[in-house]
């Protein structure tokens, strides 16, 4: 019922009025902050309009694809759409839609550490072995089996780990760093280390990152780009936490 009212909305011209005005305004904030794709920019130079034209086709196909049958994993959406508020859920699947596109350009070729970021954030969300907690737009993650041992006030401050125990070895095989089996395992393994230290505190995800970089060469490279405020506020609003302690 929720995701016809939403199919149902974009097939009105409110609808697609609303969508279009939607991916114009997140174009915008793109340009202004140097996040306008260059495939873009080479299509249609110094004329937004016709990017958004574009870019509106290409949004009503994820929101078919991929937004819409995802949205059973969103109660607050369903329960927004079941209010009469679906141009308040338009809103958010468009600043996901732009967000998915930035994260598409992410790659572990042009930029490792992001990539790793982005994986790491993917595989602790994603099971029942980790706990996910979020605060001040960032997340934090524990073994579930740990967290009642965790200090909810406690910070984790950014550390050296050239002293910690190196992760896994890779046995030779580079691009296993980036295998959600290597990294579930990794993300572990930090956490019980960090109780074996008497870090008693939820673990931020680039700390897992800047441990892995320290010990495994190619990934040293201080490319890290921390998510924007925008896309955590993004993340926060559409990728609800599982498992996550009140």
């Not at 949205?71 to 338009?90: I, K, N, S, W, Y």
């Amino acid at each position: 019922m929720a995701a016809k009212r939403l199919r149902d909305l974009l097939q009105t011209e409110t609808g697609l009025r609303a969508a279009r005005a939607l991916v114009r305004k997140e174009l915008r904030r793109h340009v202004l902050d140097g996040g306008f794709e260059r495939s873009l920019s080479r299509r249609h130079g110094d004329d937004p309009g016709g990017a958004a034209d574009e870019l509106v086709q290409d949004f009503l196909l994820f929101v078919f694809d991929e937004f819409l049958p995802a949205l059973p994993a969103h109660p607050d959406f369903v329960a927004a759409l079941l209010q009469g508020r679906g141009e308040t859920v338009l809103r958010m699947a468009v600043r996901r839609f732009f967000w998915r596109r930035q994260d598409a350009f992410r790659t572990k070729e042009a930029d490792p550490r992001a990539y790793l970021h982005r994986r790491i954030r993917d595989i602790v969300t994603g099971g029942d072995a980790f706990v996910t907690r979020k605060q001040g737009g960032n997340l934090f993650f524990t073994l579930a089996d740990l967290a009642e041992r965790m200090d909810g006030g406690a910070s984790f401050p950014p550390r050296q780990y050239a002293g910690w125990p190196p992760p896994a070895s890779l046995d030779g095989a580079a691009d296993r760093v980036f295998s959600a089996r290597y990294l579930a395992e990794a993300a572990g393994f930090f956490c019980r280390e960090a109780v074996q230290r008497d870090i008693y505190a939820w673990v931020p995800v680039r700390e897992v990152v800047r441990y892995l970089a320290t010990h495994i060469p190619g990934l040293d490279r201080p490319k890290l780009r921390v998510l924007s405020e925008n896309d955590a506020r993004v993340d926060s609003a559409l990728s609800p936490e599982k498992n996550t302690p009140s």
